[in-house]
T-cell receptor
Framework: ETGVTQSPTHLIKTRGQQVTLRCSSQ?????VSWYQQALGQGPQFIFQ???????GRGNFPPRFSGLQFPNYSSELNVNALELDDSALYLC?????????????FGPGTRLLVL | DAKTTQPNSMESNEEEPVHLPCNHS???????IHWYRQLPSQGPEYVIH???SNVNNRMASLAIAEDRKSSTLILHRATLRDAAVYYC??????????????FGKGTKLSVKP
């Protein structure tokens, strides 16, 4: 199995701009979840995609959106960036349907909003 | 998913065992206990999980109290590479999105040479 990869590794944007972060899941995994991790905090669940549809969302506004593609890639889009969006964004893939589902995380994209 | 309580930080010496505690007094009968760890500048990685019985794998052991209100992650011989933030997470396979891991602040483990 190949690991979960994310791009870019670092990104700087200004307030009000839009950003797209990318993730490549492990082969054979049919779910992808995105998390936001502020400095010194644990990751916070944004949403999960399963079979290219959103399958659960945490407490994040609609300006956070995503896409999942059949080729194990996915995107996180954030519109109208705010200063508080500065964080590490993590994607995690897994196989749904099992109660022992393990999430495999990528290294993250660090976003700085100025 | 129920809440867990962990110490903010712990220290260990290299090659000594480490016991990382987790309290989960409101655990339900269907909650599994999962442990993840996050090494510096990396995403979290799965360590181990269990329901009622103690569990062992190549990375660690998980000791679960008989009443399931607490558990302990055991690293048998800490190495410098084990320095990380360790998260104890409860997951109900029958509730909510299966991908939703609820992380707390975890325990930051420091390992001294």
């Amino acid at each position: 199995e190949t690991g979960v990869t994310q791009s870019p590794t670092h990104l700087i944007k200004t307030r009000g701009q839009q950003v797209t972060l990318r993730c490549s899941s492990q082969s054979g995994h049919n779910t992808v979840s995105w998390y936001q991790q502020a400095l010194g905090q644990g990751p916070q669940f944004i949403f999960q995609y399963y079979r290219e549809e959103e399958n659960g969302r945490g407490n994040f506004p609609p300006r956070f959106s995503g896409l999942q593609f059949p080729n194990y890639s996915s995107e996180l889009n954030v519109n109208a960036l705010e200063l508080d969006d500065s964080a590490l964004y993590l994607c995690a893939s897994g196989r749904t349907g099992g109660y022992q589902e393990t999430q495999y995380f990528g290294p993250g994209t660090r976003l700085l909003v100025l | 998913d129920a809440k867990t309580t962990q110490p903010n930080s712990m220290e260990s010496n290299e090659e000594e065992p480490v016991h990382l505690p987790c309290n989960h007094s409101t655990i339900s009968g269907t909650d599994y206990i999962h442990w993840y760890r996050q090494l510096p500048s990396q995403g979290p990685e799965y360590v181990i999980h269990g329901l009622t019985s103690n569990v062992n794998n190549r990375m660690a052991s998980l000791a679960i109290a008989e009443d399931r209100k607490s558990s302990t992650l055991i690293l048998h011989r800490a190495t410098l590479r084990d320095a990380a933030v360790y998260y104890c997470i409860l997951r109900d396979p029958y509730g909510g999105s299966q991908g939703n891991l609820i992380f707390g602040k975890g325990t930051k483990l420091s390992v001294k040479p």
